[in-house]
């Protein structure tokens, strides 16, 4: 003991200890995310402890985040918050912190506590697994202990795929500065010249304008309609609606409960009436698949008044699959690059899980098959809706084609 007495007093004195995740109040009420300080830990510099390569370098600290999930019966295949565990309804010591503990251990199958510890980084994950595990155990209290990740202050290593992803930004952020240089350059030489110059219809002219952060941003705000569209003007309205509805159900939907001070309150919010609209925002694909149903057939429907021949099958499809893939490849594509855009105590734990997919299975959702193709292994599992888009819009052809004839 009294050999680990100087080592302790030293983690102390550099704050190794202190950059720890200490619990703090409201643990029966679901506080459950004690991160600790990941700044102060990986900024340590450590003088009294070594390197042991040799080297002769200070050791710095490593930030390290443990989760814990107490000893529980198996999970069924189905369940809620509401779903309590049978095994421990009849728990006699009513009315006692461990009466209400057993009454809402269902909510660690929903939910672990975690833990930020720091240690120097020349400890191995089995050191720090070793100290996370004897944490409960001189609680007495019996459960699983993982260590998620650890990490030391280091520079991101970019691998090659986020190299590619980088130089295709790269790339439109030359188009771009192109693209709007040329633009204004163009009107401002223009001035109150009515018949534009010669070189504005020149293919790679209007290639690059395509690029220009002017033109599109004029774009953007343009509120104006045409004279045959006004009385769509509602739809508008409705998309509005439908996608502010989307917006607040999914930041419920994917929040990270284990940081939540008051994470078990969540329960008291199903059965309150005004909460339906949130619990319910899932009903708003039909509003989109409605939408975008009618509209299609609209414009269809509409180019034939204008006697236009047919409907071509391969552009129509061609039409909607470009539509939507540039920008859901880029939304990928920044998602795989997130590893090297910051970092945080849950960084990792959050990202990981979202990220690995995307790296497998990103073919399917630009082939709009992820709702089908490795569907239990999703790259971004919202997008499901637009591989069911994708399909729709496809077997909307049985409807549409009939229409024409």
């Given amino acids: 003991m009294k050999e680990k007495r100087p080592i302790i007093w030293g983690w102390i004195k550099h704050g190794v200890i202190d950059a720890w995740g200490k619990p703090g109040g409201g643990l029966f009420e679901g506080n459950l995310g004690h991160v600790g300080d990941y700044d102060e830990c990986v900024n340590l ?73 720091c240690m120097p980084s020349a400890c191995t994950a089995e050191d720090v697994h070793a100290i996370a595990t004897s944490i409960p155990k001189q609680m007495h209290i019996k459960g699983t202990v993982k260590i998620a990740n650890c990490e030391t202050k280091q520079s991101f290593k970019v691998n090659n795929e986020q190299i590619a992803i980088l130089a295709v930004i790269g790339l439109f952020g030359l188009l771009m500065v192109l693209g709007t240089s040329l633009d204004v350059i163009t009107i401002l030489r223009r001035g109150d010249d009515p018949e534009p110059p010669s070189v504005t219809k020149k293919t790679w002219f209007r290639f690059l304008v395509c690029f220009s952060a002017y033109t599109n941003y004029l774009k953007l705000i343009n509120v104006s309609q045409k004279e045959d569209q006004k009385h769509l003007a509602a739809v508008n309205g409705i998309r509005y609606i439908t996608v502010t509805w989307v917006i607040v159900g999914h930041s419920y939907l994917y929040a990270d409960y284990n940081q939540m001070s008051q994470g078990m309150r969540l329960a008291q919010l199903p059965p309150n009436f005004a909460f339906q609209i949130i619990a ?118 049985l409807v549409l084609l009939p229409l024409l004839r």
Wanted: proline share 7%; hydrophobic share 45%; glycine share 6%.
């Fill in 45 to 117: 510099d450590i003088p009294d402890l070594k390197d042991p390569d040799g080297s002769g370098r200070h050791q710095t600290g490593m930030y390290c985040l443990a989760t814990f999930v107490p000893l529980l019966p198996k999970k069924p295949q189905l369940y809620t918050l509401f779903h309590k565990i049978p095994e421990l309804a009849n728990i006699t010591a009513k009315g006692t912190s461990f009466a209400d503990t057993a009454k809402n251990a269902h909510w660690f199958w929903l939910l672990t506590l975690r833990m930020g510890i």
């Fill in 280 to 397: 319910n925002s899932m009903l708003t694909v039909d509003t989109f698949i409605l939408m975008s149903g009618m509209l299609v057939t609209y414009g269809v429907l509409k180019s034939q008044e204008k006697g236009r021949r047919g409907l071509s099958v391969p552009m129509y499809i061609f039409h909607r699959f470009w539509r939507l893939t540039p920008p859901y490849a880029m939304t990928i594509a920044i998602m795989i690059l997130t590893p090297i855009l910051g970092s945080g105590p849950v960084w990792k734990i959050t990202l990981d899980p979202l990220i690995e997919p995307c790296r497998r299975n990103w073919w399917t959702n630009l082939l709009y098959v992820n709702n089908y193709v490795n569907a239990y292994d999703f790259c971004l599992e919202h997008t499901w809706y637009l591989g069911v888009d994708m399909q729709l819009h496809i077997l909307g052809l």
